[in-house]
Structures are given as structure tokens and as C-alpha cells.
């Protein structure tokens, strides 16, 4: 009910593309997240999304909060190489404010 | 500023013995919440404390797992004793008063194996 399903899982780009990678849900979220995580590190919140419909961009990247509550996406624009790393969805819970986290996408950018 | 702070930042123990983690949340941020990270579950919340008390430990697998938070500048996690299939990433991260959850900054992790 409130897992969060995201995708894709891995994703091969060369430098300069775009690149784009969903969260989806049966369940509707109050909020939500994207974090990028690097190898060795913990995750860096991107962007955060509180409103349906919201569109947000931070630098190259854009996340959208679904109009149904129940997805969002995160586009990422003329990829670089230190934009490799893995990218998680996060999404908090109306009833009790709990965070899911997706599974992760992880993005390799070859030069 | 400093960030959220965990030690140690890799810990290799053998089956059966207590294992400690620790946790110094960003100063003046009143949640903290500690994670598990494996390949095969991804993230999981194991607990989340609000004001040093602990609000929702739902996710704390088994009673092998305690966790504490003294005050406010620092948390513990403890296994006792440690399994093989514990060995994971283990984050904990901090969010700032105001009532949402939602911004929560980590810390670089623990990787923790046990042989």
C-alpha cells in the first residue's frame, strides 16, 4: 500500500543527455523527496516537493509532486559525470509522517 | 557547519558480539532517525526519536536491536548480539524543530559486517 515503486533501477547515459526517473505509488504522500547518494556517503536531499502539482528545479534538475498524490518525477538535464551516484524517491506518509523510500536508480554517466 | 556525525565509520565484528553505533545529530535539531541500507531492502527506518524520546520504533527488526538518545546531541544504536545477516549501511540523520519530518540530513553511515 505505501511502498513506493521507482524506476528505472540502473541507467547507462552518456554525458550531455537527459535523463528521467519515476516514483509511483497506490498510496498518496504529503511529500515528496529526492536524494542523491554517492558511493561511501549518506543521502543528499535535492529537492522536496509539498504541494500537488508542484514543479521545482534545482539547477539542472526538475521534480514534479503528481497531481494524484500518488507520483513524481526527476528529470535531470545535460547530464555530467558527477552526476553518477544513486537516486532515491522519499515520500512521507499522511496518517503519521513516516518516510518510504524507493528502491533507488542508479545512474552512470560515461564521458 | 557541522553534519550529522556517526562513528565508527566501519566496524568488522564477529558473530555474537555487541556491537555499538553512535550518532551526533546537527546542533538544534530536535528528530533523529536511524536507518538500515542493504542491497536486498534498500532503506528502512528502524526508529525515529522526537525530543530524545522515542516516537515510532516499528522498524527495529528484532530485540537484538536497542537504541537510545541520552540528550540532545547524541544517539546510540546496539545489537546484542550481532548476526551475520545484520551487516548493512546503518545512517542515522537529524531534521530540524517545526514539526515535519520531511528534511532530514544524513550522516555519511556506518558500514557495519559481521563475520
Known amino acids: 500500500g505505501q511502498q513506493l515503486n521507482q524506476s528505472p533501477q540502473s541507467m547507462f547515459i552518456q554525458e550531455g543527455e537527459d535523463v528521467s526517473m519515476n516514483c509511483t505509488s497506490s498510496?498518496?504522500?504529503?511529500?515528496w523527496l529526492w536524494y542523491k547518494q554517492d558511493p561511501g556517503e549518506g543521502p543528499v536531499l535535492l529537492i522536496a516537493l509539498y504541494k500537488a502539482g508542484e514543479l521545482t528545479s534545482n539547477g539542472r534538475l526538475t521534480a514534479q509532486f503528481g497531481i494524484t498524490r500518488k507520483d513524481s518525477f526527476l528529470n535531470i538535464s545535460a547530464s555530467i559525470p558527477s552526476d553518477v551516484g544513486i537516486y532515491f524517491c522519499?515520500?512521507?506518509?499522511?496518517?503519521?509522517?513516516?518516510?518510504?523510500f524507493g528502491a533507488g536508480t542508479r545512474l552512470t554517466v560515461k564521458p | 557547519d557541522a553534519g550529522v556525525i556517526q562513528s565508527p565509520r566501519h566496524e568488522v565484528t564477529e558473530m555474537g558480539q555487541e556491537v555499538t553505533l553512535r550518532c551526533k545529530p546537527i546542533s538544534g535539531h530536535d528528530y533523529l532517525f536511524w536507518y538500515r541500507q542493504t542491497m536486498m531492502r534498500g532503506l528502512e527506518l528502524l526508529i525515529y526519536?522526537?525530543?530524545?524520546?522515542?516516537?515510532?520504533d516499528s522498524g527495529m527488526p528484532e530485540d537484538r536491536f536497542s537504541a537510545k538518545m541520552p540528550n540532545a546531541s547524541f544517539s546510540t544504536l546496539k545489537i546484542q548480539p550481532s548476526e551475520p545477516r545484520d551487516s548493512a549501511v546503518y545512517f542515522c540523520?537529524?531534521?530540524?524543530?517545526?514539526?515535519?519530518?520531511?528534511?532530514?540530513?544524513f550522516g555519511p553511515g556506518t558500514r557495519l559486517t559481521v563475520l
Open positions: 522519499a515520500g512521507q506518509v499522511p496518517d503519521n509522517n513516516d518516510m518510504r
Open positions: 498510496s498518496i504522500f504529503n511529500t
Open positions: 526519536f522526537n525530543n530524545n524520546v522515542p516516537i515510532d
Open positions: 540523520a537529524s531534521s530540524p524543530p517545526g514539526g515535519s519530518t520531511d528534511t532530514q540530513y
